[in-house]
Each structure stands twice: as C-alpha cells, then as structure tokens.
C-alpha cells in the first residue's frame, strides 16, 4: 500500500515538475509581449522571404525555359551549388561577410539576402520541373494561335506547370518558414530567439515550449493539406 | 577585389584552420550518417506499423509524423538541449543533434513510405491475396518493392535535406563544420574559415544533388 | 464444388447482394451476365473473401471458407482469380509472378517451382517468354500470364471477371482459347464476361443477374433466344445491338 502511494506522489510531484517548467502560466502571463513580438517578426520574415523566393525563382525558372545552352549551365549550377549549401552557412556567410566587404545593411537585409539565394534555388528547381513537364505543344499551340513567347508563357504554361507541381512549392513554402528560425542565430529577434530570451530573463523553458508551439499551430495545417496533395499526385505518376 | 581574397580567401588563415574544419568534416559526417540510418529505418517501421491499420497506433503515428515535419528542425534542437534538462532529460549536443534530426527524418520517410504504398494499386493486393499470400507476405514481396521504387526520388531529396541542416548543431556547441569555422571566424577576424566551411559543405553536398538529380530521371515519374 | 447459400453484401446503405444461391458443379461452367453495378464482380469477389460476405454462406469442396476455423490463405490457392486489369506484378518477370505464390505459400524450393512455372506458362502457350518483363507483354499475354499464375497453384474452382474487357479485340480470341482448353481438361469455372459467342459455345448455364439478384438461369441457348424475363430481354438487345 504505501509503496502505491509513495508512487503516485511521485508521478504527481513529476507532473507538478513538468507543468511548472513547460506549462507556466505565470511564466508565460510575463513574457508574452516579447513572444507577440517575435511572432510578428517570424510573419514579417515570411511574407517578405516567400514572395522573393517565388519571384526569384520564376525568374531562373522561365529564364531557363528558352533553353540557351550557356545560360541553362549556369542557372543549373547555381541552382544546385545553393542546393548544396546549408541555409545556415549561407546566413552566417552572408550576415558575418558583408560588413567585410564594406557593405553595412541592417541585419534583417543581411538575412533577407542569404534566405533569398537559397530559396530561389529551390523555387527554381520546382519551377523548372513544372514547365519541362509540360510539352512543347502547349507552347506551340499557344505562339499558334499569335500569344507571344512571354504570353505563352504567362497564359498557357505556367498555369498547368504550377499545377503540376503545387505539392511541392507547398511544400517547399512550408520549409521556408521553417527556415525562418535559423535567423535566431544571428540574433534576429524573430520566435525562437524571443523564445530564447524569455527563456533567459525567467530562468524557465516556457517561453521556448510556447514558441514551439505556435510554430506547430502556424505549420501543422500546411502540414496536413500536404499529405493530402502528396497522396493524390503520388497516386497518379 | 584585394578586400575580398584578403577576407574571404586568405591564404594564410586557410592553411592554419585547415586542420579543424577537416576534423568538423569528420563529426559532421558521422553525424549525417547516423541520423540517415537511424531515421530511414524509424520512418519505414512506421509505415509499415501503419499499414495495419491500427485505429490508436495510427493516430499517434501521424501526431508524432506531424508535429516533427511542422516544427522548424532549430526549434527541435533547441527545446531538446535547452528545455529537457529543466525535467530531468539532459543530453550531450551530438546526442541532441542526432536524435531531432532523425525523428525529422523518420517522419518525413514514414510519410513518404506510407503515400508509396498506398500509391500501389489495390489490384496488387488482390492479385496476391487471391494466390493464397498471407498480410505480410503481399507487403513484402508485392506491394514494398513497388512503394519503395516510387519513393526513392523524394526519399533521395529529403534526405539531403535533412543531413545538410546538420549545420543546424552548431547551436549546441557540436565540434562539426560551422562550429569550427565560426571559432576560427571569431579568433581570426576575417571571414575565410567561413568560406573554407562553405566549400567543404560543396564537396559533401554537391555530389549529392548531383546524383539526385541522376535518381530522379532514372526513378521519377515513369513507370 | 462452388456452393453460395444466401450470399448478401452491403456497402453501408448500397445492398450488392440480395441473397444469392448458386451451385455449381464439379468441372460445371457457370457464365454470369448483367448491366454495370449488378454485384457481378461483388459475388466473385466473395467467393474468395476479398469481400467479406454480410450473411450467407460459401461452400467450396465441402469447407465453408466463411467459418473463422477456416486459413483462408490455405483456401485462396484453392480458388484461382483472374482480374479484368491483369494485376500482374510490375516488379517481377512472368515466372516471377508466377512462381511468387508457390515458394511462399506452397513453400516449394525455388527450382521446383520454376519449373512447375514454366509449365503453367507453357500451359497458356507462354513458354518463351518466361523472362519477360509485364511491361513488355501485351494485354493479352499479360491476361495469359495471369491465368498461369492462378493455374500454377492447381486451384479447384477459377474465377475470371471480366477477363477479355480491357483487351483489344485482335487479342480477346488468345485468352479465349485458353480459357477454352482448361474448360476441356475440366477445370470448374465461374465467369463473368460480355463474351456472349463464348458462352453460346462454351458454358453450361447462363445466369443473368440485376440488382444484386439472379434474375435468370439457364442454358445458354435457352436465355439467349428466349429470355423468361423483360429485364434479361432489354439487356440483351442492349448488348448484342438490334
Ligand atoms: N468497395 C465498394 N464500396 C462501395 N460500394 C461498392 C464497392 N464495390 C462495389 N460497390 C457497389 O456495389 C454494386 C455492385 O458492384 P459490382 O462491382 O459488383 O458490379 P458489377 O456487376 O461487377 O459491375 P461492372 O459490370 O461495372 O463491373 C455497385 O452499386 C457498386 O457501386
Ligand atoms: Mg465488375
């Protein structure tokens, strides 16, 4: 019997251990406005990070398409050198490199412009694939009827290319705002490193839990609308 | 052009870190490896533990799968490293690292997985059953082989992925590329460790994508 | 051989199978005909459990394959099925597909069953083209393929549904003919087919299903040149055109 109960205060004293450390309300009640703050600059990094990315990689991507054989070289080396690099290293590279050079941005430019290298690469690659899946007759049937390149382009291809490959610019959206969070290391007061600072002023993780966790309400539906879309494409190829 | 070969490319201080980012290459290797290993063979248990189609086994298969494909990796290491030990769960950063990445791993290659086989056509299972072949049997020898041929692309580039956020254990002091090329960074004051870890990482990952990009037309979309 | 008592089959509201009783005899040719969504393909697919029936009961050679004693595994080898899309492996060669069944589970040693393979391919008059790859055969020896595979195991009853429906015509007559050849070595059959000269020729009895029921069954001459019932009549003006 008394082992029993030495038990269960055990487990109580645990669960007491882990509301008190992750679940803190008093915690969170003080720090709050930090993490609002943080969330703000995490939407503020993603609504500029993913439009760039996007554009950029249309760029490469219809660039591509006229299929210069020197050009295509190069885009395809560039896509793959920044493929190569882990966003990380490009940030650190860039935020710690450019004052080097002379080139005295704001950090917040400095972060912009590695996410931006890395992630019109992949926006690139999804686009590139998208508008080869596509055949020739698309275009031909297009320029045919008196659109121009570019409107053929615009109208007929890239609709259908975008189609094709919306799993994956989902996708790829979804590990752009994750990349978001590397800009902490470099002090960006973005969601993790407001989490981390709260973390310091209180001496309690809850603020770090809290962060995580409004990451896991702003993915967890891109999440789950992807495994939807990957399930059907997959079932079709 | 002097201000960039003096701070990016400097000869000297290349040759004085060399050393180091050589042994961060090391760490950073072991590292990619043990987390390929250990998160392609979680995330294909998975699947095939989900394609029993246990009503409570698969709901917290997804969760799990979920959360960690939602949750920025960064994130990942940070809560394990710098919120576990607060309820008693301390690990070394290499231990941190590798496990965040391979629970990473493994829920995107459970994921993958899972959509290969449910992507093989329901005739296949009927055909086997109907020849006598037990649950088991028809996973194994009909429905895997065609669900892991489709899944090799995707597999392929997720994993590069994955293994290049690697970088990502810097954060917890684990002695691989970054780490040393941000000490020698900070020591030297000048941005070529920096470089040096730039071209390292190329000359791991490049061969890489090369080759994923050899996977995908050799794997992707025919069939 | 093949006894269905009282065969019923819901899909939630949807009723396939409105009570069916069929027996058919040993080395018997039984072929089923009927409009699209009938519970054709329902009623062969419960004769080896791929559905689970909602009552009744399916007898074959005296087991009741419904019974939970039953190793329904055990009895499938016993009930060849053929599918209207083949369904051959994609991943393995013709013998490999053929043979798949027998090493794993009649457990014969790898060389035994090539060659009792070899001869179910040769069987169907696909001997050379053992090594073929499915995707280098066509739809009829595809189809062929697949009836090797159920034949392989010595099955005492066959089930085709819809067997030539995905051929070209030039490559119905193939199937048919080997179809023909097990009807003649006296295999028990059960088909469901739009072949209606094949019936004419080949079965012993004709049932015209709709709606989940036999609504008719007879000889083939009988059914086909005086139907009893309006719906039999209207399907087969359908079918064979004015
Ligand atoms: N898995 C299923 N779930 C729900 N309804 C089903 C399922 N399988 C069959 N049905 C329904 O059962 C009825 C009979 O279907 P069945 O496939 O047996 O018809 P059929 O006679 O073989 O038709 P067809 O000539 O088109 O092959 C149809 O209404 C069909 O929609
Ligand atoms: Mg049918």
Redesign the interface.
């Known amino acids: 019997m008394g082992g029993v109960a030495l038990r269960v205060e055990a487990l109580s004293r645990?669960m007491e251990?882990?509301v008190y450390?992750?679940f803190n309300l008093e915690v969170l009640l003080k720090v709050h406005p930090l993490l609002l703050k943080g969330l703000r600059m995490t939407l503020q990094l993603c609504l500029l990070v993913v439009p760039l990315g996007i554009a950029g990689g249309l760029v490469v991507a219809v660039a591509y398409s006229f299929h210069v054989r020197w050009l295509n070289w190069l885009l395809i080396a560039y896509i793959?050198?920044f493929?190569?690099?882990?966003?990380?290293?490009?940030l650190?590279?860039v935020f710690?490199?450019l004052p080097?050079?002379?080139v005295e941005v704001p950090s917040l430019v400095a972060v912009l412009l590695a996410f931006l290298l890395n992630t019109a690469s992949y926006y690139g690659e999804i686009f590139r694939a998208g508008i080869e899946s596509i055949g020739r007759g698309q275009r031909e049937a297009a320029r045919s009827t008196g659109l121009s390149g570019l409107q053929a382009m615009v109208y007929v291809v890239l609709p259908q290319a975008v189609r094709n490959v919306l799993p994956d610019l989902i996708s790829n959206t979804?590990?752009v705002?994750?990349?978001?969070?590397?800009a902490?290391?470099v002090a960006l007061p973005e969601l993790?490193r407001m989490g981390?600072v709260a973390?310091g002023l209180t001496y309690?993780?809850t603020p770090?839990?809290a962060?995580?966790l409004i990451?896991?309400a702003l993915?967890?539906p891109?999440?789950?609308l992807l495994?939807r879309l990957?399930?059907r494409t997959?079932?079709k190829? | 052009m002097d201000?960039?070969a003096a701070?990016?490319f400097d000869l000297d201080v290349m040759a004085k870190y060399l050393p180091s980012i050589i042994d961060g290459v090391w760490v950073t290797i072991h590292l990619a490896v043990f987390i390929v290993l250990a998160g392609i063979a979680l995330g294909f248990v998975l699947a095939v533990a989900r394609a029993f189609q246990i009503r409570p086994v698969n709901w917290l298969i997804v969760l799990v799968v979920?959360?960690f494909?939602?949750?920025?990796?960064?994130?990942?290491v940070?809560?394990f490293y710098?919120?576990l030990p607060?309820?008693?769960i301390s690990m070394s950063g290499f231990v941190v690292a590798w496990l965040s990445l391979t629970l990473v791993l493994a829920s995107f290659a459970e994921?993958i997985f899972w959509?290969?086989i449910?992507?093989v056509?329901r005739?296949?299972w009927?055909?086997?059953?109907?020849?006598?072949?037990?649950f088991l049997?028809t996973l194994r020898?009909?429905v895997l082989?065609?669900a892991v041929?489709?899944t090799i692309p995707p597999l392929t580039n997720r994993t590069?992925?994955i293994t290049?956020?690697?970088?990502?254990a810097?954060?917890v002091a684990v002695p691989e590329?970054?780490t040393h090329a941000?000490a020698a960074?900070a020591f030297s004051a000048?941005?070529t460790p920096?470089?040096m870890?730039?071209i390292a990482?190329?000359v791991i990952?490049?061969p890489?994508?090369?080759l994923s990009?050899w996977v995908e037309s050799r794997f992707g979309?025919k069939? | 051989m093949l006894d269905l008592k009282g065969v019923r089959k819901s899909f939630g509201a949807i009723e396939a199978l409105k009570g069916i009783d069929l027996a058919v005899t040993r080395q018997e040719l039984v072929f089923i005909i009927g409009p699209s969504g009938s519970g054709k393909s329902t009623l062969l697919?419960c004769c080896?459990r791929?559905e689970e029936p909602t009552a009744g009961r399916v007898i074959i050679d005296g087991v009741d394959i419904l019974s939970p004693r039953v190793d329904i595994?055990?009895?499938?080898?016993h009930?060849?099925?053929v599918?209207q899309?083949f369904?051959?492996?994609?991943?393995l060669t013709a013998l490999g597909n053929v043979t798949?069944?027998l090493r794993?589970?009649l457990k014969l040693p790898r060389n035994e069953a090539n060659e009792r393979g070899r001869a179910a391919l040769d069987g169907v008059g696909l001997a050379e083209r053992a090594d073929a790859w499915p995707n280098e055969l066509s739809g009829g020896q595809q189809q062929r393929v697949?009836i090797a595979?159920?034949l392989a195991?010595q099955p005492k009853v066959m089930l085709f549904d819809e067997p030539t429906s995905a051929l070209d015509p030039e490559l119905v007559g193939g199937v048919l003919d080997v179809m023909r050849r097990m009807r003649e070595t006296g295999m028990t059959m059960l088909v469901v087919s739009h072949e209606m000269g094949f019936a004419r020729e080949a079965a012993d009895r004709v049932l015209f299903m709709d709606e989940g029921e036999v609504v008719e069954e007879g000889a083939p001459a009988r059914i086909f040149e005086s139907p009893e019932h309006a719906r039999t009549r209207e399907f087969l003006r359908r079918v064979t055109g004015p």
């Open positions: 645990a251990g882990l450390n992750f793959d050198l493929r190569s690099f882990p966003p990380l290293v490009l650190i590279l710690y490199g080097f050079l002379g979804l590990e705002i994750k990349f978001t969070a590397l902490s290391v993790l981390r973390q309690n993780p770090l839990i962060a995580a990451y896991l993915l967890w891109i999440v789950r495994s990957e399930r997959m079932a190829r | 201000r960039i701070n990016f979920d959360v494909r939602a949750l920025p990796p960064i994130v990942i940070i809560v710098f919120a607060f309820v008693g994921e959509t290969g449910l992507s056509d005739g296949q009927e055909a086997a059953r109907s020849t006598g072949l037990g049997q020898d009909v082989p065609q041929r489709l590069i992925v290049k956020s690697t970088a990502i810097s954060v590329i970054l941000s960074q000048n941005t920096l470089t870890a730039a990482y190329l990952f490049l890489l994508v090369v990009r979309w069939r | 697919r080896n791929l595994n055990e009895m499938r080898r009930i060849g099925m599918f899309s369904n051959l492996y994609p991943h798949l069944a794993r589970v697949a595979r159920a195991l």
